[in-house]
């Protein structure tokens, strides 16, 4: 669950720090606000795509940072470990972006640099956003097999049919080496032998190519860390003249005796002290490693040469070099397969005949539990859909069957989602039908059906209510907070019969300071939501009516 946001400079927001609870939250305010901004800012913490214009201008970055409360999200906790980046003693995680005019975006988990393709996949886990592009991926129809998989259960087998199929195809691949006759296989032998005596002379180690970047990092900015560290480690308490740590000392030593007149003095005191007790530490540490750091010339350009190698390898291997060690493995491999190649090629084709009927028979129990569960489904969300605004809509879940020839990691069926929005209608590819408001409330209606098994636990819907109105609004907003009860659910809206459904209420408010215009965020209780309310309902003018309807529209929602 999203605990807590924290906006730095981001688009028109100067600086916003959020907290989040479970239940369904709805944002709202005036158009041109800026309600989207804060998913485009939890979207960027998540992994998405960082645009310079994002930098508020005037500013040279911006930062987001999502805090997230894991739980017991087992998925997320087993992702973090098998990437050595464990969550706090909270089980909390924290996602972090950082993005700057004229230079590549950075990313962080729990606090470590990170690859931006690590936040994306561990966002994966944590958060889904529906938005007026973000719910374009329920047109693909991998997406809409996940989607029915992850409603039948079917994760751990589908990951098992994987694994079978990849240990099939690469079987295969070995086989057909081993099969080639002639020459090709004398030159491909010859060929091996080289780029395996290669490899190994390298002697590359396991990580040993990110140590030496690292290593060679400290190394070519030697001198700036000595000069760096050592001006640090003066400021604290090496410099006869204005060091920190003895005036902080001199300071604590005069409140102590201003204590003794006035006791409010106290917590101040007890604040320095435990400041120059870590202000110690620091310096302690920093002289520590000034005494470790060293200038070795001789190791950086050995280093040099080094790294230079590994990357001539890896070009010649078409690899990036800390895929190098992988690629002598799988070298060896097919070296080991052709110079036994009669016993190989014997014992492959009994493994491979192996791998096949496990692939078929784990394939064709999933296409059976795969065949029940489009049905539920189907009736779920079809359930749905007349009090969705799409009375007399069809829902199906269509399962086209593939040739064994034809077969995929992910089984022997392409799924696709057929709708019909309109009573009379044969249903046709959701890609096909679906407007935009049409898809955003299929999407809802899918969520509702698979919340119970869904491993997403934060939802975000941003307009999911655009182009409703009347009693299907209100149906949109129940729905919602039912969501709610099982996960916790975001939902930016411009209608008052979804905003009054929120468990918790943010407004979204702009203002001009310093000739800028800035974007607030802030939760909104008891009267002021009515007031909110009231403005949803009657615009600019408010009038005792609008006011009353509005606070009795609160009362039966939280009835």
């Known amino acids: 669950m999203l605990r ?20 369904l939250t709805v944002v709202t305010g005036e158009t041109g606000a800026g309600k989207s901004i804060l998913v485009d800012a939890l979207a960027l913490a998540l992994g998405g795509r960082a645009d310079a214009m994002a930098v508020r201008q005037g500013c040279d970055r911006s930062e987001v940072s999502a805090t997230f409360d894991l739980g017991l999200r087992q998925d997320a906790t087993r992702w973090l ?48 956003i529906h938005g007026q592009h973000e719910h374009q991926s329920l047109l693909r129809r991998d997406v809409q097999r996940q989607i029915l998989d992850d409603y039948a259960g079917l994760e751990a087998d589908v990951a098992r049919l994987s694994d079978c199929y990849a240990r099939w195809k690469s079987l295969e691949s070995r086989r057909d080496t081993l099969s080639r006759e002639g020459s090709d296989r004398s030159q491909r032998l010859e060929l091996l032998r080289h780029e395996v005596a290669e490899l190994r002379a390298l002697d590359l180690g396991i990580d040993e190519f990110s140590k030496l970047e690292e290593e060679h990092s400290r190394l070519a900015n030697a001198n700036e860390l000595l000069q760096g560290a050592q001006t640090v480690s003066n400021a604290l308490y090496d410099d006869d003249q204005g060091a920190l740590g003895p005036a902080l000392a001199q300071s604590i030593s005069r ?18 002290g435990e400041a120059a007790i870590r202000i110690d530490e620091a310096a302690g540490q920093l002289h520590q490693y000034l005494d470790s750091l060293e200038l070795d010339p001789e190791r950086l350009q050995w280093i040099d040469q080094r790294i230079a190698a590994l990357h001539d390898l890896a070009r010649k291997h078409k690899v990036r070099p800390e895929e190098l060690p992988g690629t002598l493995a799988h070298l060896e491999t097919e070296l080991g397969d052709i110079e036994n190649r009669d016993e190989n090629l014997e014992a492959i084709e009994r493994d491979l005949a192996a791998a096949r009927t496990a692939y078929f028979e784990i394939a064709r129990a999933i296409s059976a539990t795969r065949k029940k569960a489009g049905k539920r ?10 009090s969705l605004g799409m009375p007399g809509g069809e829902f199906e879940v ?4 593939l040739d064994d020839s034809q077969a995929t990691s992910a089984g022997l069926e392409q799924a696709e989602f057929m709708v019909s929005t309109n009573a009379g209608q044969a249903p046709r590819p959701l890609s096909k039908v679906a407007s935009g408001g049409e898809l955003s409330r299929i999407s809802l209606a899918l969520q509702v059906s698979t919340a119970r098994i869904s491993r997403i636990p934060t939802l975000i819907f941003d307009e999911v209510d655009v182009g409703i109105g009347g009693g299907v609004s209100e149906v949109v907003g129940l729905q919602l907070r039912a969501l709610g009860a099982q996960r916790q659910v975001i939902c930016i809206t411009h209608l008052p019969q979804v905003a009054v459904q929120g468990h918790h209420h943010m407004q979204v408010s702009k203002r001009i300071q310093d000739g800028a215009t800035v974007t607030r965020i802030a939760s909104i209780p008891g009267k002021e939501r009515v007031q909110e309310i009231a403005r949803m309902l009657g615009g600019m003018e408010i009038t005792r009516q609008t006011l009353a309807l509005a606070s009795d529209m609160l009362n039966r929602a939280s009835a």
């Not at 807590?4 to 479970?22: Q, T, V, Y």
């Not at 409140?255 to 320095?272: F, I, K, Q």
Request: net charge negative; with cysteine; charged share 25%.
């Open 4 to 23: 807590e946001l924290s906006i730095r400079d981001f688009a028109i927001i100067h600086s916003l720090e959020l907290e989040l609870g479970p239940g």
């Open 255 to 272: 409140l102590e005796g201003l204590s003794e007149h006035d006791a409010r003095l106290g917590p101040v005191t007890t604040l320095l």
């Open 377 to 386: 489904l189907a009736g779920e969300v079809r359930g749905q859909m007349p």
């Open 398 to 401: 269509s399962l086209a069957s």
């Open 81 to 128: 470990e098998e990437h050595d980046l464990t969550a706090d003693a909270n089980e909390q995680c924290t996602l972090r972006r950082v993005v700057e005019t004229g230079k590549p975006s950075r990313a962080y988990i729990n606090g470590r640099p990170v690859p931006l393709q690590l936040l994306r996949e561990l966002g994966q886990h944590l958060a889904d």
